[in-house]
């Protein structure tokens, strides 16, 4: 819980990759009133997920956010290199 966080980074990560799963374009407001996070929580967790290919943004009109559903969500991703860690480590 670094930087004014209520909860663990990654917790607010799981819950914004959840909340956003479906792939559908949304706002980091709506996300806000969707799950218990502050924007301030949000904005961090999709600037995670946005640089680490999970998410991307687009500035036309609104700024507005989705998931890409096609690959891994993060938790999927962390436990793939924990496993390739485990068997090559």
């Known amino acids: 819980m670094t930087n004014g966080c209520r909860f663990p980074r990654s917790d607010v990560v799981d819950g ?17 009133h ?5 924007e301030e929580e949000i904005t961090a967790a999709l600037h995670f997920l946005v640089k680490y290919g999970f ?3 687009s500035t036309a009109g609104e700024e507005r956010f989705r998931m890409i559903t096609y690959g891994p969500s993060p938790f999927e991703a ?3 290199l924990r496993a390739v ?5």
Not at 17 to 32: E, F, I, K, P, T
């Open 16 to 32: 914004v990759w959840l909340a956003a799963a479906d792939g559908r374009w949304r706002s980091q407001r709506g996300l806000a």
């Open 34 to 38: 969707k799950t218990r996070f502050k």
């Open 55 to 57: 998410a991307e943004w």
């Open 78 to 80: 962390v436990n793939l």
């Open 85 to 89: 860690a485990i068997e090559f480590g």
